[in-house]
């Protein structure tokens, strides 16, 4: 149970404010499966120990809370046109695949384009924080998402 909740508070409370955490709380419960009890205690304390002290974000977690309720508020939308393949002749004269950019045709790997539903553009889930990580990452996002929406320069 203990080296389950580690897991939980890794990926809820640490987030990616320390990407190890998971690793460390993973590598714990590792260690209960391999060793056993008494014998995986330290493993456990050092994981909890490491959880304690290191930054928080709960960010992804409600990233992917608020992305989780919109899948099921828009379950029925269509995919995008230009993010369906087009296998046919018939599904190309519909527009299938039109304007569909190719990641890897752009110097970053990533293609200016909107991939989400109408009723969802221009939607941004993920708000890192300033902590651990999180600082580096939300840099990161933050050219990533000028680059999606056209603004690169």
Known sequence: ???????RIATE????ADPNALRV???????????????ADLALAEAAAYLALVPKSNAIYRAFEEAK????????EPVPLHLRNP??????????GEGY???????????PMESLPPSLSGKEYYHPKEAGWES????RLE?????IRGQNS
């Open 101 to 111: 950019r190719y990641a890897h045709d752009y110097a970053e790997g990533v293609a």
């Open 13 to 16: 409370d640490v987030g990616l």
């Open 136 to 139: 580096k990452i939300k840099e």
């Open 143 to 147: 050219q990533l998402r000028r680059i």
């Open 87 to 96: 296998v046919t002749k018939t599904m190309r004269a519909l527009g299938y």
């Open 25 to 39: 709380a993973v590598a714990a419960a590792q260690a209960v499966e391999y060793l056993g009890m008494p014998e």
């Open 69 to 76: 309720a919109d899948v099921q508020r828009t379950v029925n």
């Open 1 to 7: 149970y203990i080296a389950r909740r580690l897991i």
